[in-house]
């Protein structure tokens, strides 16, 4: 969109100002599909900010500058907010931030004050609410007055507790802050949609609104969200806290995520500004993705001296990063194929440096997106890498065509096969219907070995890919009937590493059936689903002949999960796949855990960088030893593991008096336990 503010009647330019910036606000607060960027919509903002201090006879109460934005969604129940929740005017320069920061002080009148700083996180604004120290409901933000109950799916968040650790809970507290997604959840659940082709999350922003907004409360507990609490609401039968430090702090008592970015309290402008810069780069190696700082005055008493505008307080500021962006050529397109055979359209770009890499490729997700852009080869593109996750194409610099740039088109055959393509009215992708293509072996073959599935180490692309060419490997069970002469025989392979990768193949055999399940491939089953599956149904025997109305009484399996589990294996060649697996020495059954014994009533929670093995094996372990892990420490914890750099976790086990252990103690651990 071309920000051009022509010369024209300042009335007309008005209304459709408004106008744009309502269609904007509905495309960004209801249907979670935002069509510009936060740069082009505040540029919007702005400009109609300017008019109306100009003409201040035509603002009306209805204007966009006087309101929050966006009406609930009619997929949910409206849910009114006992006390506003207000959106945060931004900053986008030092000194747009250090003329907030004279208001703040003009506002004052001289008194001193503190400021606290915390991380923008990305996500979707959410208001928890706690019953005397029990889950009641949760919203979204929506037009401010009124948001949407998502109870049912906030409920599925393990971040967030459903019993406050309180031992005196208050009658009704409510924590507002955001829900939102890590960034390899993120990647992972574009993947997945990039395999069934559906329409891919454009962001993490994106995927965490519409994981919180799904109609299956089961969709919305395998996507993985947390959530952080930023500000309080409407608060009963308990003191308010004297600062917005000491409420934090309260929050992390009760067992509520709140961040502590910045570690204590700053009395100054230029120590924030200090701590923007010093920031930039270290944000990159957060979890999650933000996109800037909210630097908030500290003291509660000073927030309502200052209070606030229609639309957002005037004692905070969101302190914006500016997004990482590069201009380059799209040299050419070519055409990935997924597991499941969806195609997608990827543009081979000429390299440019972006946000520190070097990008030389972007994923255009489907043509759809092609045509919203208007793509072309030979087009000049402009790149962003807006909370340094995934490189993407966000528009054409229409301006620098010469008439070389050649339209792009759907293939009509797969790149892979060269069978005929195929696209569903109810999808967006074009699809490789052929079972016997390649490139969705080789992807299934991976997704099969991978670490969360089978965890067949040395089945690496390049393995899996001279498999298949030389027809050694066509389907998962044939990965069980090599022998080390086939391996022998390929490029890549010498005595001992044939060795090894037959080993880890063997190993692959004694996989609990939770692994099984995932490595599969049903559509919509995540590591949890399957642990939960495995959990209930023991054996792949029972969970084959299961139906609707035995899966429907799983809590964590809603109506989607469970026509997928029922179409997956009523297809004969699956049934089969399924036989041959276990006739080759797979096992097809979970293992009971010995009661008595290893971690039963243990529940662990794990901070800091682990040495021997990641954090997923580690949890894999405590799970397999009848134990549980848990996100947050509260005096119920049994143990709190430490690795390198832990973080606030840990400083918290230690006031709470949990048991610390340390990476080898862990270690020490699991092996005695392991053993009884």
């Not at 149904?537 to 989607?560: N, Q, V, W, Y």
Request: overall charge neutral; glycine content about 8%.
């Amino acid at each position: 969109m071309k920000n051009d503010f022509n010369r024209e009647d300042p009335r007309r330019e008005i209304e459709r100002l408004r106008r744009e910036l309502r269609e904007h606000d509905h495309f960004y607060y209801v249907l979670d599909n935002p069509r510009i960027s936060d740069g082009e919509y505040d540029a919007l903002l702005a400009r109609l900010k300017v008019l109306e201090a100009a003409h201040p006879e035509l603002v009306t109460p209805d204007s966009p500058t006087r309101r929050v934005g966006g009406k609930p969604s009619a997929a949910f129940a409206p849910l009114a907010h006992k006390i506003p929740m207000l959106s945060l005017d931004n900053a986008y320069s030092a000194e747009e931030f250090l003329e907030w920061d004279k208001r703040v002080r003009n506002g004052l009148k001289g008194e001193p004050y503190e400021l606290v700083v915390e991380p923008k996180i990305d996500g979707l604004s959410c208001s928890i609410e706690y019953e005397r120290g029990v889950f009641a409901r949760a919203s979204t933000r929506g037009d401010g007055e009124t948001g949407e109950d998502v109870s049912l799916n906030v409920r599925t968040i393990r971040a967030v507790p459903l019993r406050l650790n309180l031992e005196n809970p208050p009658a009704f507290f409510e924590a507002r802050g955001e829900v939102y997604i890590e960034k390899k959840d993120f990647e992972a659940i574009r993947e997945e949609q990039l395999d069934h082709g559906a329409e891919p999350f454009a962001n993490p922003r994106n995927a965490a609104a519409g994981s919180l907004r799904q109609k299956d409360p089961a969709v919305t507990a395998g996507r993985k969200l947390k959530f952080f609490a930023h500000s309080y609401g409407y608060l009963e039968g308990i003191a308010e806290p004297e600062t917005h430090w000491d409420y934090l702090e309260y929050c992390r008592k009760a067992g509520i995520p709140a961040p502590d970015l910045g570690k204590k309290p700053r009395r100054g402008a230029e120590e924030i500004l200090k701590f923007y810069e010093e920031y930039a780069s270290g944000r990159f190696t957060l979890p999650y993705e933000i996109d800037g700082l909210v630097v908030k005055v500290n003291s509660l008493k000073q927030q309502k001296l200052l209070g606030a505008t229609s639309k957002s307080p005037r004692w905070a500021i969101a302190f914006k990063y500016p997004a990482q962006q590069a201009t380059t050529t799209v040299r050419n397109v070519w055409f990935s194929v997924g597991r499941t055979g969806v195609i997608t359209p990827v543009a081979d770009l000429e390299p440019v440096k972006c946000g520190g890499v070097m990008i030389s490729s972007s994923t255009l997700h489907n043509f759809d997106e092609i045509k919203r852009l208007g793509l072309k080869t030979g087009d000049r593109v402009v790149i962003e890498r807006a909370g340094e996750v995934i490189p993407k194409v966000i528009k054409v610099v229409s301006d620098a065509r010469t008439g070389a740039e050649k339209e792009i088109h759907p293939p009509r055959r797969c790149p892979s096969c060269g069978s005929e393509t195929v696209k569903d009215e109810a999808e967006v992708a074009y699809r490789c219907l052929n079972p016997s293509c390649p490139s969705q072996i080789r992807r299934s073959l991976l997704h099969f070995a991978s670490r969360d599935a089978m965890n067949i180490d040395g089945l690496g692309e390049s393995s899996v890919e001279q498999l298949t060419d030389k027809k050694l490997v066509a389907e998962f069970s044939d990965l069980y009937r090599l022998k080390k002469e086939d391996l022998l025989g390929l490029e890549l392979f010498k005595d001992k590493k044939a060795e090894n990768l037959l080993a880890q193949i063997e190993a692959s055999k004694k996989q609990p059936l939770s692994r099984l399940i995932y490595a599969l491939g049903i559509p919509h089953i995540g590591e949890k689903s399957a642990r939960v599956l495995a959990g209930h149904f023991k054996t792949m025997e029972a969970l084959t002949h299961a139906g609707s109305e035995e899966l429907g009484r799983i809590s964590d399996i809603g109506p989607i999960i469970a026509g997928s589990i029922i179409d997956f294996f009523s297809e004969t060649h699956v049934r089969e796949l399924v036989r041959g697996l276990e006739s080759l020495g797979v096992n097809m059954a979970e293992p009971e855990k010995a009661k008595g014994s290893g971690l039963e009533g243990k529940s662990f929670v794990f901070t800091g960088e682990l040495k021997t093995m990641t954090r997923e094996e580690a949890e894999l372990r405590v799970r397999e030893l009848g134990g549980k892990e848990a996100s947050s420490v509260s005096s119920k914890t049994s143990y709190v593991v430490a690795g390198e750099a832990p973080g606030s976790k840990y400083e918290k086990a230690r006031k709470l008096g949990v048991e610390i252990l340390n990476e080898e103690e862990f270690l020490k651990l699991i092996e005695v336990r392991g053993r009884r």
